[in-house]
């Protein structure tokens, strides 16, 4: 059965963790890695700071071998970086087929992820990985995905944090609450319950609008 996740690791654990450094208070938000012949290719958002300032603080890390600009909407950045082979970390094992990276958000802080694997084992196989290749990942939730009609596909967390917008009055207009404000009852960052409302948001739309007429 399929299962889900949530690992830690401290901030500078993670490879994308050292802009933390010198810039203390960005958020880094991990969008998707991609696998390449000499390495890996994650692309991600950076908030909080400018995006010179961004290449230079990955530019130091000796795994880094090119970053570079994508996008950007307002104060946030898309990077695309080259992370090569010669530094195993978590990113190898974010490519790993059997599982689907959901979230990732990493402050100075900590980085939390979350994961889904299609067994409890692939989930084992990931936390076996960095223990191996000393990444000190923590454990701190897993569960089993629900059949899609009884939990219309989301994870608890992303039901949770669904449930309780909708409650606070957030989808209202005008809205009667803030992200703010949810995430600190919640006791997460606005980042990651962003991330949750959208990736539930999405999952909803698939289902119901996608799934539904395949």
Known sequence: MATVAEFTLAADEFPLGTVFANLPD???QLER?????NGVIPYFWVRGTDSDSIVEQ???HPGVRDIQLVDSADDEYLMRCMWISEYDSVLDALIAPEVVLLSAIGTATEWTFELRGETRKAIAEFREYCHDHDVPVTLTELHALRP???????????REA???????????SPRETTLAEIAEELGISQQALGSRL?????RLVEQALIESHS
């Open 58 to 60: 990955f530019s130091k």
């Open 198 to 202: 959208r990736r539930g948001n999405r």
């Open 33 to 37: 890695v991609i696998p390449d012949p």
């Open 162 to 172: 669904l449930i309780l917008a909708y409650e606070c009055g957030y989808f209202e």
């Open 26 to 28: 960005v958020t880094v």
């Open 148 to 158: 899609l009609d009884a939990q219309h596909g989301l994870t608890d967390t992303q």
